[in-house]
Structures are given as C-alpha cells and as structure tokens.
Nanobody
Framework: QAQLAESGGGSVQAGGSLRLSCTAS????????MGWFRQAPGKEREAVAA????????YYADSVKGRFTISQDRLEATVYLEMNSLKPEDTAMYYC???????????????????WGQGTQVTVSS
C-alpha cells in the first residue's frame, strides 16, 4: 500500500530545533513535488515548505524562511524538514504530502497534493 510516514515530532523549548522525516513507500514512481504543511488548533492548514523532487527547487512560507529547511534523499525516498529557532507559534500538527501524477505549478498550493501522511505533532513551549 502506497503511503507516507512522518516521524521526528516532539516537544522543545523556544529557540530549539527539530528534524522531521517523511518516507514514501509502495509507490511505483516518484512524486513530482513533496511538501510539509501544518495545522494548529482552531486554524486552517497552511503550507510550510515544498520541494520539486526532480529539480530540487525549494519553496517556503514567509513565516519560516531562514529558519526551516526542506531537503530530500531521493535514494531513500525521504523528505526532511529541519526546523531551527522554533517559536511557540510553530506549534502544530505537521503533515507531509506529495503530488503524484499531476502538474505542479505552485508547490505551496496544498490543493495539488493528493497523498498525505498521518501527521506528527510539534509543540514549542515558551
């Protein structure tokens, strides 16, 4: 069964770091784009970062630029989100998602993403 599995969430103090991982398994071909999205309680899900899996181009939400880095290991079919200088407002459920079989013009457009992981919780305390 094709799926995405996230790991690496947890609780940290403000200013700390976490690294999230997302591994794709069961797919017969590579995704076009992979992204990280988050949803805080009472808020809508929002895009955090995305990467074109072929070209490696990366995209970030303004709120995380300079603090978060998305990267990939194509051989391991894994995407990472390195999160530094974490703030309490970064607290959310973080979801990994991918686009299979669709053209992606704007990688931060979550409507394009058709495969989603279960999410991993990130909690940042002040």
């Amino acid at each position: 069964q094709a799926q995405l599995a996230e790991s690496g969430g947890g609780s940290v103090q403000a200013g700390g770091s976490l690294r999230l991982s997302c591994t794709a398994s069961g797919f017969t071909y590579r995704s076009n784009s992979m992204g990280w999205f988050r949803q805080a309680p009472g808020k809508e899900r929002e895009a955090v970062a995305a990467i074109y899996t072929s070209g490696g181009g990366t995209y970030y939400a303004d709120s995380v630029k300079g603090r978060f880095t998305i990267s990939q290991d194509r051989l391991e079919a894994t995407v990472y989100l390195e999160m530094n200088s974490l703030k309490p407002e970064d607290t959310a459920m973080y979801y990994c998602a991918g686009v299979w079989g669709r053209v992606v013009d704007f990688p931060l457009d979550m409507k394009k993403y058709n495969v989603w992981g279960q999410g991993t919780q990130v909690t940042v305390s002040s």
